[in-house]
């Protein structure tokens, strides 16, 4: 990855005002894309709920919006989408049924970003094991760091790479706004080529204020098992960070860095912490030098599990309405009852009712 002047300052995760003030936003797309431009931002994009906003059509903004509605907020941000998927699972949802969602998304977009994963832990580390045929995770959100996360899938060979956003609901609050993006490496000025860069790894993250870059990545280098990164300006320290999200190597107060992969060693990763701002950089990743790494659907049906879960619902469904069926039943005896019982009562004292 070299550094040049295409680095393009991007942010793909933002609420305006939608479905009539239900969700929450505070102001409009067009206010909300204005803000960004004016920030200097080369792509600012509209993530509603279930809905792409008319705004992300023009040339600075890219197609997305933000799926799920489950009490767990698992969500995932979809990418240049053919059309809006309104198919989720509300309630509890099982490894299966998220990588269901996952496929089901992928099929009719260009890519799907796990979103805010820490939230609620609502991808458990067990699942980050397992799940696959996604391209992105929201590793910088407002809502909080999600680097832990992403070790446990780097850990456990999927390929995936970062994203940071804001994730803001009002632009006009700087606690949640020009707070995290993602600065991607692409000659052209156009979305199309934009997206293929970041799903082919070229950007990396930053999480500072004011939307301000205060360094920049010249390049990262490979040579054989050696890895370099070379910065603008000097960083207070330089973090090199491997499997299991355990740090490798440190370096203070420079603008270079550099690593020598030993036999345990799947990836490495990179952070800068600088004076007002801390990067994080796509992980270089030990493979086979011939087919790159992609973290395509390796999930299969078990037909046997299928049934015997959809059996268990369906048992648990007749069992429920039985139980209600029995229950409502009782009631009707008891107020039969409870009524000739009253009947009697009011013939001996020679009342009519």
């Excluded at 008319?54 to 053919?82: R, T």
């Excluded at 509890?92 to 799907?112: C, G, H, P, R, T």
């Excluded at 370096?251 to 030993?262: P, S």
């Amino acid at each position: 990855m070299n550094s040049s002047d295409c680095w393009q300052q991007s942010n793909f995760h933002a609420h305006s005002c939608a479905w009539n003030g239900i969700t929450n936003g505070k102001q409009s797309a067009c206010d909300m894309i204005d803000l960004y431009k004016q920030k200097g931002y080369a792509y600012a994009s509209i993530s509603n709920y279930e809905k792409i906003a008319l705004q992300d059509a023009q040339p600075n903004s890219v197609e997305v919006y933000e799926h799920g509605y489950n009490i767990f907020k698992i969500h995932q941000l979809v990418i240049m989408p053919k059309k809006v998927c309104y198919n989720d699972f509300p309630l509890f949802q099982f490894a299966s049924s998220k990588q269901f969602m996952i496929n089901k998304l992928n099929y009719d977009a260009e890519a799907v970003v796990l979103a805010h994963p820490k939230i609620r832990n609502g991808y458990s580390d067990e699942d980050l094991k397992k799940l696959s045929g996604y391209n992105l995770m929201e590793v910088l959100n407002h809502a909080g760091n999600a680097c832990n996360k992403w070790d446990v899938a780097l850990s456990a060979g999927k390929p995936v790479w970062i994203v940071g956003d804001d994730d803001t609901h009002d632009v006009l609050d700087t606690n949640q706004t020009f707070r995290n993006w993602t600065m991607v490496n692409c000659k052209q000025k156009n979305k199309d080529s934009l997206i293929k860069s970041l799903i082919g790894g070229s950007a990396y993250a930053v999480n500072g204020s004011d939307a301000k870059n205060d360094n920049k990545l010249v390049g990262v280098k490979t040579k054989g098992l050696t890895i370099e990164v070379r910065l603008q300006t000097k960083a207070d320290s330089i973090q090199l960070i491997g499997q299991n999200g355990i740090v490798r190597k440190t370096f203070v107060n420079t603008n270079e860095a550099f690593y020598n992969f030993k036999n345990n060693d799947t990836y490495i990763r990179t952070v800068i912490y600088n004076k007002a701002s801390v990067m994080y950089l796509n992980p270089v990743l030990r493979y086979n030098g011939i087919t790159r790494p992609q973290n395509n659907s390796t999930a299969a049906i078990n037909f046997y599990e299928t049934i015997f879960y959809r059996s268990g619902l369906l048992v648990l469904w007749l069992v429920l309405s039985l139980s209600f069926n029995i229950i409502n039943v009782s009631s009707i005896i008891k107020l039969i009852r409870n009524k000739r019982g009253l009947r009697r009562k009011a013939a001996e004292l020679g009342l009519n009712i």
